[in-house]
């Protein structure tokens, strides 16, 4: 059997579609949560998802979407981009599928040949939130009781794997929004038990497009590619008091 494991997609339909041009084939796709925010196809990522996932597990930024959970912090650019894609999903995404986002479930047992998976955004302590550090120790802690021989999680964006004697633990990383400032989507496929963690590019002027097309103002296309291009380089970056970007080497 051929799984792709696929989490944190963030309505980036660019990656997405490498995604699905680099594996056309695999017998289930298990996806992780965090359909959503961020990017600017949220529709068609969804409608992706709705075709060819088996499995798919909430995330926080599902639930946020699908609850109209007010942003309040506006004070770096991360923020700034989150922000003015919710209010733009929020007016795009139809009742129907933000009725999709709010009916999925926060975690999954699923059984196939390959063995018992659980599949879960976060952590199995805190489903849709908790951000851990890749330590097997705290990890260890984690999976205490749990009956899986894989345990597949999301949310930090971070491709990691370890071992727990039988037990495998699986983030496959995020295909939409990869955080080591390089234009590339992650993903797992697992075949005959083996978890391979994959990558494939993606073209930043492509998804550039897709933000103009869907109705974001020069700023966020600005921001956005900084965002997509530099990644933790511009997380924690705090928007200049005039709230004006330059260019992405600098601020005034």
Wanted: net charge negative.
């Amino acid at each position: 059997m051929r799984i792709l494991l696929l989490s944190d997609l963030h309505a980036n339909w660019t990656a997405l579609q490498a995604v699905h041009r680099a594996e056309p084939e695999f017998d289930v796709c298990l996806i992780l949560g965090d359909l959503v925010d961020f990017g600017p196809q949220p529709g068609k990522v969804i409608a992706w998802v709705k075709e060819y996932a088996a499995v798919v597990i909430r995330g926080n930024h599902d639930q946020s979407v699908a609850q109209f959970v007010q942003p309040h912090k506006n004070e770096t650019l991360w923020h700034r981009l989150r922000n003015y894609s919710r209010i733009l999903h929020w007016k795009n995404l139809s009742t129907e599928d933000l009725n999709y986002l709010s009916r999925l479930p926060v975690r999954k047992y699923w059984t196939c040949e390959e063995g018992r998976f659980l599949l879960i955004h976060a952590s199995p302590r805190d489903p849709l939130h908790e951000y851990l550090p890749d330590e097997k120790a705290i990890w260890k802690s984690r999976l205490q009781g749990i009956e899986a021989d894989y345990v597949c999680v999301g949310h930090s964006h971070r491709p990691y794997q370890e071992k727990f004697g039988s037990q495998t633990l699986i983030n496959p990383g995020s295909v939409g929004q990869q955080k080591m400032g390089e234009c590339v989507a992650n993903y797992v496929v697992i075949e005959d038990g083996v978890p391979d963690f994959r990558q494939v590019d993606f073209e930043i002027e492509e998804l550039i497009s897709d933000f103009e097309m869907a109705g974001y103002d020069q700023e966020i296309q600005k921001i956005a590619r900084m965002v997509y291009s530099k990644g933790f380089a511009v997380e924690e970056a705090v928007i200049p008091q005039n709230g004006k970007i330059l260019s992405e080497e600098g601020y005034q």
